[in-house]
C-alpha cells in the first residue's frame, strides 16, 4: 500500500514538473505575454494571420461585405512596424496582394471607396502574390513529378462544400490512414464522422474557426488520440504527434478520393473541450486533436492561394 502510494506520488510530482516545463515554455516563448513587438518573425506572423483571414474570407459561398473591419487596425499597424524594420522587402509567405482582391471585390460591388478601412489599402498592391484562386487551378497542378508530390501540391483547404462525400469513400480513406506511424504501433488515434446537417452544426459551435462556411460543411471528422494508451509523463505529447500524423494521412487519402477537407483547430478551453466531448459523444479519455471538415466541392470555387515559406527558411542543413 504504502509502495503504491509513493509511486503516485512520484508519478504526480513528475508529471507535474513536465506540465510546469510546457507552461513556462509556452509562457515565455508565445506571443501571449511578452508581446516582442519589434520582432520580425513575430510582426510576420501576426501580418499572416490576418491576411490568411482575408483569402479566407475572399473564398466563402457569401462574402460578407466589409467583413475584417475589427482588425484590420492591427493589421496596418504591423504591416507599419514591419516596413520599418525590414523596409519593403516582404518574404514570399507574406500575402499583401490579398488586399487588393479584397478592394476589388468592395469596389466591383459598389461599397464606398472612402469607407474605412478600404481607404487605407493601396489601388494596386503587388508586393506579394496571395489572395485566392480557381481549385482547379490547384489541381491541374498535377503535372510529371512522382504521384505523392503532385497529390501534396494540388491539395487546397476546401470551405465551399457542394455534397455529401460517399461513406464507402470515407471508410477507405480512414482504413488507409490507420497505415500511419505511431510510438511502439499503439495507434491511439479514433475516429468520428457526422453526417447529420444539424448534428454537425450543433458540434461546430464548440469550433472557433468556422464562422462564415458552418452551415456548409456537409461531413464532420473528429479525430482523437486515446490518453489510456499513453504510458509516462514524457509522452504527454505524443497523443498530438500521434493525431496529427494521422490526420494528414487521412488528408491525403480523402484528397486522392475527390474529397475536399478543411482542418479545424482544436485550440479549446478546459470547459469548452469538456462540453464538447458531451455534446459529441466522445469519452473524455479521448483527446481531441482536430476537427476535419470533409465534403465534395466544385471544381471552379475558389480557395486560398496561401503562400507558403521558402524552402531557405524551413530547412536547416547542418
Ligand atoms: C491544425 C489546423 C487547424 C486549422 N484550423 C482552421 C480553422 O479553424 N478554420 C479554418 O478555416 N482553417 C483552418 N485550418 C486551415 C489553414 O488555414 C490552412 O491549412 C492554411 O491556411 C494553409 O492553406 P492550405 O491548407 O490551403 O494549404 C487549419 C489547419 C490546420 C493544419
Redesign the pocket.
Known amino acids: 500500500m504504502i509502495i503504491r502510494s509513493l509511486k503516485f506520488i512520484k508519478s504526480f510530482i513528475e508529471y507535474f514538473a513536465c506540465c510546469l516545463y510546457d507552461m513556462l515554455k509556452g509562457f515565455y516563448f508565445s506571443n501571449m505575454v511578452f508581446k516582442r513587438s519589434k520582432d520580425k518573425r513575430v510582426l510576420g506572423s501576426n501580418i499572416m494571420i490576418n491576411l ?1 483571414r482575408i483569402e ?1 474570407g475572399l473564398t466563402l459561398r457569401n462574402v460578407k461585405p466589409l467583413f475584417g473591419k475589427w482588425f484590420f487596425g492591427k493589421l496596418f499597424q504591423d504591416l507599419k512596424s514591419f516596413e520599418e524594420i525590414n523596409g519593403s522587402d516582404y518574404p514570399q509567405n507574406i500575402s499583401i496582394s490579398a488586399l487588393s482582391e479584397y478592394k476589388k471585390f468592395h469596389l466591383e460591388k459598389n461599397i464606398s471607396e472612402e469607407k474605412y478601412p478600404l481607404n487605407l489599402i493601396e489601388k494596386e498592391d503587388t508586393r506579394a502574390l496571395s489572395g485566392t484562386k480557381k481549385v482547379e487551378e490547384y489541381n491541374s497542378s498535377i503535372n510529371s513529378e512522382n504521384h505523392f508530390f503532385s497529390l501534396a501540391r494540388s ?3 476546401i ?1 465551399n462544400f457542394s455534397a455529401k462525400a460517399n461513406l464507402e469513400d470515407v471508410k477507405k480513406a480512414v482504413a488507409l490512414a490507420i497505415k500511419t506511424p505511431s510510438v511502439c504501433n499503439r495507434q491511439p488515434w479514433k475516429v468520428h464522422y457526422y453526417q447529420n446537417k444539424h448534428e454537425i452544426e450543433s458540434l461546430l459551435k464548440y ?4 464562422l462564415g ?1 458552418r452551415d456548409n460543411i456537409p461531413g464532420l471528422i473528429i479525430i482523437t488520440g486515446n490518453l489510456k494508451e499513453m504510458e509516462f509523463s514524457y509522452e504527454r505529447h505524443q497523443i498530438f504527434t500521434e493525431g496529427g500524423l494521422f490526420s494528414m494521412t487521412l488528408i491525403y487519402a480523402l484528397h486522392s478520393l475527390g474529397i475536399g477537407t ?4 482544436w485550440c479549446s478551453k478546459p470547459l469548452n473541450d469538456w462540453k464538447a466531448h458531451k455534446a459529441a459523444g466522445i469519452p473524455q479519455d479521448q483527446e481531441i486533436i ?1 476537427y476535419l471538415a470533409v465534403g465534395m466541392y466544385e471544381k471552379d470555387i475558389k ?2 492561394i ?1 503562400p507558403k515559406k521558402p524552402l531557405t527558411d524551413v530547412l536547416h542543413v547542418n
Open positions: 490568411h479566407k491539395r487546397s483547404s470551405r469550433q472557433n474557426g468556422n462556411f478543411c482542418c479545424l483547430n482536430m480557395t486560398t496561401s
